[in-house]
């Protein structure tokens, strides 16, 4: 498999006030901030345009389960399927199911250190 990850999809992190947090950014860092956190919009070699998203969270949330970090790294990755065929083979635990949406596929796996990780196949074109 030639290509595995493409770039960093989103930082996820857990935080007590989300919405103080994202106004400090917004106010001390100058980020465009939304419900979501902040997007940041780039282009790949070939000129494709692409996004980065970074995200607080609440500290209770539960999406970075089973990990017990405080954050979670998104990365872009090309043909999910397969990428989550080889990490298997090669011993990666999967957390979930492969679930898809207009903007893309997801995927979960931990790292060694138990750190969940999202991985994205992108579908860029539904935020423009």
Do not use: A
């Not at 989300?18 to 000129?47: A, M, R």
């Not at 979960?108 to 969940?116: F, S, T, V």
């Not at 994205?120 to 423009?128: A, G, M, R």
């Amino acid at each position: 498999m030639k290509n595995r990850v493409t770039g960093l999809g989103g930082f996820f992190f857990k935080t007590s006030n989300p919405e103080k947090v994202k106004e400090w950014y917004k106010t001390h860092l100058g980020l465009n901030t939304d419900k979501y956190g902040c997007t940041f919009w780039w282009k790949d070699e070939q000129g494709n345009d692409c996004s980065t998203q970074w995200s607080p969270m609440n500290e209770d949330t539960q999406y970075f389960k089973p990990s017990t970090s405080s954050f979670m790294m998104n990365f872009r990755v090309e043909n999910l399927i397969e990428l989550l065929e080889v990490l298997k083979k090669e011993g990666v635990t999967i957390v979930g199911e492969v679930e898809e949406y207009d903007y893309g596929k997801f995927g979960w796996i931990l790292d060694p250190d138990g750190n969940k990780l999202e991985l994205w196949e992108p579908n860029d074109k539904v935020f423009l």
